[in-house]
Nanobody, 127 residues
């Protein structure tokens, strides 16, 4: 069982930045693709972006391209989501998730492909 814990959420003004962290309990963290999702009140969970096991490839949903950056440190068993130029519409609970795909290049944008989830961290962007 892999445990994931997000941190770094909070309240920020529009245009500001936040950096979310996702710490994992597993020593085999590098075997997992890491994804970030978000869910706003009354909306379905949305894929934000993901990173391959080695960290060499990332993908993002269109609305965050150029503003958000995903990275990982496999030595620290931690993934990150750097969010810049935040907008009120980025307000949501943000979740990290781990996918134990064997592929070295694939990153899924589908929530059901992910095997483990964190509890989420609230990000609120005020206008």
């Amino acid at each position: 069982q892999v445990q994931l814990r997000e941190s770094g959420g909070g309240l920020v003004q529009a245009g500001g930045s936040l950096r979310l962290s996702c710490a994992s309990s597993t020593r085999t963290f590098s075997n997992y693709v890491m994804g970030w999702f978000r869910q706003a009140p009354g909306k379905e969970r949305e894929f934000v972006g993901g990173i391959t096991r080695s960290g060499t490839r990332t993908i993002y949903t269109e609305s965050v391209k150029g503003r958000f950056t995903i990275s990982r440190d496999n030595a620290k068993n931690t993934a990150y989501l750097q969010m810049n130029s935040l907008k009120p519409e980025d307000t949501a609970v943000y979740f990290c998730a781990a996918d134990r795909t064997p592929s070295p290049i694939a990153v899924s944008s589908t929530a059901r492909e992910y095997d483990y989830w964190g509890q989420g961290t609230q990000v609120t962007v005020s206008s």
